[in-house]
């Protein structure tokens, strides 16, 4: 697992402010671009986590394969601009795990991107 590195701004648009087509996703995956884990540089409280029966976390990392249950449309962050994540190619959803985002392809659970403590 490589370490964490310092987070960057989301590509192609100042954070908090809502995108330009929100729902215009690049077609391709950048993996230079979006293979990273980052230490959150910002929290934020958006509610509890309701994990599945028998939730025990761990750090996940890009390369990783998230199982079924954890990416979900239960657990998609379908307005990730609101934290900061970039926007997702198509194929792929932010999902919150516990108090991280992951971007995850959502065919494999392959998991793409990780902001480690992104939610409290």
Do not use: C, K
């Not at 509890?48 to 990416?71: E, S, V």
Request: zero cysteines.
């Amino acid at each position: 697992m490589s370490a964490p590195e310092m987070e960057r701004p989301p590509m192609a648009y100042p954070r908090f402010e809502r995108p330009q087509g929100t729902q215009t996703r690049p077609n391709q995956l950048d993996r230079p671009y979006y293979n990273h884990n980052f230490n959150a540089d910002r929290t934020y409280h958006i509610g509890p986590y309701h994990p599945p029966r028998g939730f025990q976390y761990r750090r996940w990392a890009y390369g990783d394969i998230l199982p079924g249950i954890f990416w979900a449309q239960d657990y998609w962050l379908t307005d990730y601009w609101l934290f900061g994540l970039d926007v997702p190619p198509v194929g792929y959803e932010w999902v919150r795990y516990g108090p991280d985002a992951l971007l995850v392809n959502i065919t494999t659970g392959e998991v793409i991107q990780v902001v480690y403590g992104r939610f409290f």
